[in-house]
């Protein structure tokens, strides 16, 4: 059974750092690509960013561009997702989400990700 377990948010100022982490298991790690979304309330989930399989191809949403870094380490089975200038507008559900890599080398699209995490809470306030 896959699972993708986020940890990592919390509440923070505006200015202030996180490190989200996503530990994935019953999946071959490499086999897959991994992609942070965000979902703030009343609003539809966007992507934040997405690392392939090997980890030498990145792709950031233009929001969070220059502020946020996606990694991942695959002898550990975990993405990282850290987040940098944290802004008010940064406050959301983040999810990790796993793509086979045979579908192609990566997607924005929520539809197109096969796994998902449960979710875990950023909360920017002043």
């Known amino acids: 059974q896959v699972q993708l377990v986020e940890s990592g948010g919390g509440l923070v100022q505006p200015g202030d750092s996180l490190r989200l982490s996503c530990a994935a298991s019953?999946?071959?790690?490499?086999?897959?690509?991994m992609a942070w979304f965000r979902q703030a309330p009343g609003k539809e989930r966007e992507f934040a960013a997405v690392i392939t399989w090997s980890g030498r191809t990145t792709y950031y949403a233009d929001s969070v561009k220059g502020r946020f870094t996606i990694s991942r380490d695959n002898a550990k089975n975990t993405v990282y997702l850290q987040m940098n200038s944290l802004k008010l507008e940064d406050t959301a559900i983040y999810y990790c989400?796993?793509?086979?890599?045979?579908?192609?080398?990566?997607?924005?699209?929520?539809?197109?990700?096969?796994?998902w995490g449960q979710g875990t809470q950023v909360t920017v306030s002043s």
């Open positions: 989400a796993a793509r086979w890599a045979y579908r192609g080398t990566y997607s924005i699209g929520p539809n197109e990700y096969d796994y």
């Open positions: 019953g999946l071959t790690f490499t086999s897959v690509a």
